[in-house]
């Protein structure tokens, strides 16, 4: 079973940012699309980022411009830089596989498994 280790999350003032971190040990990270997800109290989690393996970025209308998806795959690591952070953003985060490039999409996530997240809290 595959683990995922995100950090990073935290309390922040709006238009404050946040560096998010997701390891993923044990697996050829190199092959894999990854993505964020996010999960907001009361609604679904949504994808919002995501960086192909060949390092093609996407993200959701609501974070266009102000996130930015990275990896590192020496450290099998994907991040998610946030600037300019809105009450709107406040949701656990998790990283997860992506398949294909689409936001929002039908896609299932790559693994079947998920981490414990990192809470990313928004306010004054």
């Known amino acids: 079973q595959v683990q995922l280790v995100e950090s990073g999350g935290g309390l922040v003032q709006p238009g404050g940012s946040l560096r998010l971190s997701c390891v993923v040990p044990?697996?050829?990270?190199?092959?894999?699309?990854m993505g964020w997800y996010r999960q907001a109290p009361g609604k679904r989690r949504e994808l919002v980022a995501l960086?192909?393996?060949?390092?093609?970025?996407n993200y959701a209308d609501a974070v266009q411009g102000r996130f930015t998806i990275s990896r590192d795959n020496a450290k099998n690591t994907v991040y998610l830089q946030m600037n300019s952070l809105k009450p709107e953003d406040t949701a656990v985060y998790y990283c997860?596989?992506?398949?294909?490039?689409?936001?929002?999409?039908?896609?299932?996530?790559?693994?079947?498994?998920w981490g414990q997240g990192t809470q990313v809290t928004v306010s004054s």
């Open positions: 044990g697996i050829i990270f190199i092959t894999y699309g």
């Open positions: 997860n596989g992506v398949r294909g490039t689409s936001i929002p999409t039908t896609n299932l996530p790559t693994f079947s498994s």
């Open positions: 960086i192909t393996s060949g390092g093609t970025t």
